[in-house]
């Protein structure tokens, strides 16, 4: 079946060591994207990729940097995560912008330790 | 901010009752979804109404758009016990300079 998978499922890190999540899809949509999800509140969009394109939300902080290598991957990196960065990270998939549903993969936990 | 508010934040209903969830924005937008979210997990995509259409069906799902309002609804009739989630409207406002905006959600419990 197609879908938007995330590894790890859970991860732990420690205060300010760097840390990636992964996604990747076999929908071979044209858009991915990042959310930060907090307890019981919405997520927030940290960024999108639209191909190659990169964009960034206006505030996000510097702290979190994303990579696509190709239509399949993309990665959140953490450069030095703090306490407050425990969350619940969401990846995301569109065929493109607007109009369009979303199709979100189980998420990545993370605790900063 | 692009949203506004959902509400009611929480709401409690018996099995077989029919839920009603609100929400608001605050500009002009695209389309408006409706995502679903299990506890601790990813979400799952429901409906989405464009700016130019007033209601639209999904199964035992119903949602109205007011743009003269900048509302919608999201009425789940004939509830079940596997309905019990936290439900998200997301307004999507591309042409508009605004990104994907999620509201903060409506947390349903359905009692059996």
């Known amino acids: 079946d197609a879908m938007v998978i995330q590894n790890p499922r859970y991860q732990v890190t420690q205060f300010g060591k760097p840390v990636t999540l992964s996604c990747s899809q076999t929908?071979?949509?044209?858009?991915m994207y990042w959310y930060q999800q907090k307890s019981s509140q919405a997520p927030k969009l940290l960024f999108h990729?639209?191909?190659?394109?990169?964009?960034n939300e206006a505030d996000t902080p510097d702290n979190f940097q994303s990579r696509r290598p190709n239509t399949s991957f993309c990665f959140l990196d953490i450069r030095s995560p703090g306490l407050g960065d425990a969350a619940m990270y969401l990846c995301a998939t569109s065929i493109r912008l607007a109009i369009h549903e979303q199709y979100f993969g189980p998420g990545t936990r993370l605790t900063v330790t | 901010s692009q949203q506004g508010e959902e509400d009611p934040q929480a709401l409690s209903i018996q099995e077989g009752e029919n839920a009603t969830m609100n929400c608001s924005y605050k500009?002009?937008?695209?389309?408006l979804q409706w995502y679903r979210q299990n506890s601790g997990r990813g979400l799952v995509h429901l409906i989405l109404?464009?700016?130019?259409?007033r209601e639209k069906h999904s199964g035992r799902l119903r949602v109205t758009l007011d743009t003269s309002k900048k509302s919608s609804s999201l009425l789940i009739t004939a509830s079940r016990a596997a309905d019990t989630a936290s439900y998200f409207c997301a307004t999507d406002a591309y042409n508009y300079g605004q990104n994907f905006v999620f509201g903060p959600g409506t947390r349903l419990s359905v009692l059996p």
């Open positions: 500009t002009s937008i695209n389309n």
């Open positions: 990729y639209y191909d190659k394109d990169f964009n």
């Open positions: 109404i464009r700016s130019n259409e």
């Open positions: 929908l071979n949509h044209n858009v």
